[in-house]
């Protein structure tokens, strides 16, 4: 597999939700999900959709997805003055825990 094909972990956090994708290049999104699906929207009726429980829930659908998609692995970068903690541990703890590597 070359470098330029290599699947990409998208984040991005918002003030009212949360979104994840895995983008791979020649292929498009491959797998994404987010706090407004309807799913999960009504999972977190009520509650914030922007804290470590919804990121950990995102994680874990993301992973599943990916992994259905045949994506064993994920390259992600951490942007500068990126902390590893918080809402960013948990969504990538949950994807470490659901079988798809972080590289």
Known sequence: MSSFSKPVLKLFFSNQNLYGQVVQRGRG??????????????????????DKKAAAAI???LAARAK??????????????ETYHGKLAALLDAIKDAGVQLK
């Open 68 to 81: 259905a998609a045949s994506i064993e692995h994920v390259h992600w970068d951490r942007r500068r003055g």
């Open 59 to 61: 994680g874990t659908i």
């Open 29 to 50: 999104v491959v797998a994404s999900a987010s706090t407004l699906e309807k799913a999960l929207k009504d999972t977190f009726q009520g509650q914030s959709r922007t």
